[in-house]
């Protein structure tokens, strides 16, 4: 079987440049397939970061970072308008 390949008599005609390659191109489904579960793994990235703020956060001074979701504060009393104390 080896002797085949060093038998120039077995070799046919050697390919031109100009040929097309043998078989289906396989390398634009490999890209797009990359593609695709790159784009999976930054969707998922996203939503499981939607609902958090990093340590370390400040926003106008405050630090707002690690700090979980809270319950809205109940309804004042008071009319709109009148300003509230905080506590």
Do not use: H, I, K, N
Not at 54 to 60: K, W
């Amino acid at each position: 079987m080896t002797q085949e390949l060093f038998d120039e008599t077995s070799w046919e005609e050697e390919p031109s440049w100009e040929d097309p390659a043998p078989g289906p191109r396989r390398w634009p489904f490999a890209v797009l397939g990359g593609l695709v579960v790159l784009a999976a793994l930054y969707g998922g990235a996203a939503a499981w970061a939607a609902d958090r703020v990093p340590r370390g956060t400040t926003v106008a001074g405050v630090d707002v970072g690690g700090q979980g979701p809270r319950r809205p504060a109940p309804p004042s009393s008071a009319p709109s308008g009148t300003p509230r104390r905080c506590r």
